[in-house]
């Protein structure tokens, strides 16, 4: 029988702990399990970020988060310059948990009322590409004046404002509730500015999310996602990107 020698190339087809690798003239050892540097899966990624902005907010911090639905693909592509983010709420510290005051449409109608939603939820990577945390410059008399407007609110249960009516207090969306409760609470030395909206050619998507005619959004004053926090009496903290 012929003897192999040391020198001689041999290919060998090794499984080791389910991955296939090519072994060719070394004689270095395949690592073993051990050895193996651990992977991190998405999800504990994904949570770790989420980890991390709980850690960094503060109440009345802004928080912004990018659906992965259709409609907020969409909905971002309105704000001018910065067409990251597709939602915005505030962030409020009550018993040691973190919640998000904010408002968004229903198409049954049932839950398009102002929310106080669990940071947990309001982030949630599977339902968003990611997030970030802005910060207002407000004092603490402000930043308290800020979160019982949006705290009545919530409490009075105003719905979401489908025809973005600036001038109507009865509903509201979410960066107008925002600009208004700003604006109240800072003696209207935060004021969010507005924005006409006269891009036709995006009008199909507001006509298929909000149900609107032409004729009633066209040439609309608006508060896009990005007014929110680019403007001097905002700070953008941090931005997350989750894996998926």
Same mark, same amino acid.
């Given at each position: ?91 409020? #510290? ?135 926090? #680019? ?14």
């Amino acid at each position: 029988m012929l003897s192999i020698k040391k020198n001689v190339c041999n290919i060998l087809l090794v499984v080791v702990t389910g991955w296939y690798s090519l072994s060719g003239c070394n004689d270095k050892p395949l690592p073993t399990q051990k050895e193996q540097k651990p992977v991190i899966s998405l999800v504990s990624y994904n949570d770790s970020l989420v980890d991390d902005a709980r850690d960094l907010i503060r109440n009345g911090d802004l928080v912004l988060r990018t659906g992965i639905d259709y409609s907020s693909e969409e909905i971002k592509t309105i704000s001018p310059i910065d067409k990251t983010y597709s939602h915005g709420g505030i962030a409020v #510290l009550e018993n040691n948990d973190l919640f998000v005051y904010h408002i968004e449409p229903d198409y049954y109608h049932i839950r398009d009322k102002v929310r106080k939603e669990s940071i947990d939820s309001f982030c949630n990577p599977a339902r968003n590409y990611g997030i970030a945390i802005a910060r207002y410059h407000l004092n603490i008399e402000q930043q308290q004046r800020f979160i019982d407007y949006l705290e009545l609110q919530y409490l009075k249960t105003i719905p979401f404002d489908g025809n973005f009516k600036l001038e109507s207090d009865d509903s509201l969306y979410c960066s107008e509730m925002i600009r208004k409760g700003l604006a109240k609470s800072t003696g209207n030395r935060i004021q969010i500015p507005t924005y006409r909206f006269n891009d036709k050619s995006k009008f199909k998507i507001i006509k298929q999310y909000l149900k609107l005619k032409e004729e009633d959004f066209i040439n609309r004053e608006i508060i896009p996602i990005d007014h929110l926090f #680019l403007n001097p009496h905002c700070t953008v903290l941090k931005r997350y990107l989750y894996l998926h």
